[in-house]
Nanobody, 119 residues
Framework: QVQLVESGGGLVQPGGSLRLSCAAS????????IGWFRQAPGKEREGVLCIRSSGSTTLYADSVKGRFTISRDNAKNTVYLQMNSLKPEDTAVYYC????????????WGQGTQVTVSS
């Protein structure tokens, strides 16, 4: 069955970096886009970045422009979210999700990983 498992979250100080991983199984990652989303306490879930099977990317959240990047390694069935210059407002549960073409309408979601940015 389709599974997406996020890892790499944790507590980091403002200005620090984290790299999240999304391990995919049960389907051929090469043919799908993967999006990263996040949900902060008391807020709606929002899209962050998405990467297509071609490797092209779409930025969903202007607030992360220039700080976050998305990449994929199909050989490892893994998609990454590199987060630099983290801010307290980046604190959220981060989810990866399978999409066809970065439509913001994924069909499968991971369970999420907590990222907390605090001093």
């Amino acid at each position: 069955q389709v599974q997406l498992v996020e890892s790499g979250g944790g507590l980091v100080q403002p200005g620090g970096s984290l790299r999240l991983s999304c391990a995919a199984s049960g389907f051929t990652l090469d043919y799908y886009a993967i999006g990263w989303f996040r949900q902060a306490p008391g807020k709606e879930r929002e899209g962050v970045l998405c990467i297509r099977s071609s490797g092209s990317t779409t930025l969903y959240a202007d607030s992360v422009k220039g700080r976050f990047t998305i990449s994929r390694d199909n050989a490892k069935n893994t998609v990454y979210l590199q987060m630099n210059s983290l801010k307290p407002e980046d604190t959220a549960v981060y989810y990866c999700a399978r999409d066809r073409r970065c439509t913001r309408n994924p069909d499968y979601w991971g369970q999420g990983t907590q990222v907390t940015v605090s001093s």
